[in-house]
């Protein structure tokens, strides 16, 4: 007997994942998504790995969730599938691993592994939140992209001994793990609509950082972390928290959930829930050069919330990023658009 999904949460027909990227994370991939070939470039990159050898891992290491193992799970994903509306529901599987954690694995037919350590976290509606968090991967086509990022990163590591090589390598992973924790902000307001419940949201977040012993932890001085952390002495501890990023493809515990927090609250979740949301039919005609101009705000706007002193420098500097980013993509745009007409005559 097929599963039915849960109809009392709000479902999302035909919603695009661009309405709940961060915008920095949705800039990237509307940009990238447009360039010519860059399509091509990813499919030579994937095949660095095998998909079908990581199944093939899985699905004799771990437990495949369905309707007789794991029910409940199996719910969580068709539940998210549903309100997400995507074309199919992915596998998952739940492998042996005390350490808590979750992901979305492959570009063809992409599916989704989660931890013991994990399942046994969480209670049933904050396995909702990290259910719903791959999904809104999967949707996003976070999976394909990060594909690029792990190739680069094991070339980087190859060509080390190459110095120039190595440094012009290092600046793209770089910039690419930036772009990875932003995605991993969009996934985290993917979880949200999933769930529709932001203190389960929370707790979930809470548990990543501190364990289980939720009952030992509070939410406000949890939130008071978050801001001692924002808040720096002085511009070095900024710098401190700028290096202690790299080589991370995850925010810390507590800018997760002060950044999921900061959205909960405003208007855009409540206009998502009362169905004003971009499309995937709409996809086609988004803006690069928009896109790339709400990536530059969404950045000066952080960088005005917040109370380090680096970031309020960067934001001085950073003063006319939003209309000149907004100029490049806008020359690439033409430049790949006039490319393709050409090819078309």
């Known amino acids: 007997m097929a599963t039915t999904p849960d109809r009392t949460r709000t479902r999302f027909p035909d919603i695009s994942s661009r309405a709940y990227e961060h915008p920095a994370d949705r800039g990237a991939l509307v940009a990238l998504r447009s360039l010519r070939g860059f399509d091509t470039v990813l499919r030579k990159m994937a095949g660095l790995f095998s998909e079908r050898a990581l199944r093939l891992h899985f ?3 771990a437990v495949r969730v369905g309707e007789t193992q794991f029910a ?3 719910q969580d994903v068709v539940d998210a599938v549903h309100i997400l509306d995507l074309p199919d529901v992915p596998d998952l599987y739940v492998v042996l691993d005390p350490v808590p954690r979750a992901m979305a694995i492959g570009k063809d037919k992409p599916f989704i592994v989660v931890s013991t350590g994990l399942f046994d976290l969480l209670d049933a509606e904050e396995r909702r939140f990290v259910v719903g968090h791959e999904v809104g991967h999967i949707l996003s086509g976070h999976a394909v992209y990060r594909t690029l990022l792990l190739a680069l990163t094991n070339l980087a590591l190859r060509v080390a001994w190459l110095p120039l090589g190595y440094v012009g390598l290092r600046a793209i992973v770089l910039a690419l793990e930036e772009w990875h924790r932003k995605s991993e902000l969009s996934a985290d307001r993917a979880g949200l609509l999933t769930l529709q419940d932001p203190d389960a949201a929370k707790r979930a977040l809470m548990k990543l950082a501190g364990g289980s012993r ?9 939130h008071q972390q978050a801001r001692e952390y924002d808040a720096a002495e002085d511009a070095r501890d900024g710098l401190l928290k700028l290096l202690s990023l790299m080589g991370r493809t995850h925010p810390h515990a507590v800018v997760r959930l002060a950044e999921l927090d900061h959205w909960a609250g405003s208007g855009e979740y ?13 996809d086609a005609d988004a803006s690069i050069s928009q896109e790339a101009r709400n990536a530059a705000k969404s950045y000066q706007e952080a960088w005005a919330r917040s109370a380090d002193p680096l970031m309020k420098i960067l934001r001085d500097v950073a003063g006319g990023a939003q209309d000149a980013s907004g100029k490049i ?3 690439i745009f033409n430049r790949n658009r006039e490319e393709r007409d050409r090819g078309e005559e």
């Open 59 to 61: 699905l004799s290491g």
């Open 72 to 74: 409940a799970v199996h």
């Open 214 to 222: 939720l009952a030992e932890m509070d939410i406000e001085a949890f």
């Open 270 to 282: 409540s206009r998502i829930l009362a169905g004003d949301y971009a499309r995937r039919s709409d």
């Open 329 to 331: 993509f806008d020359n």
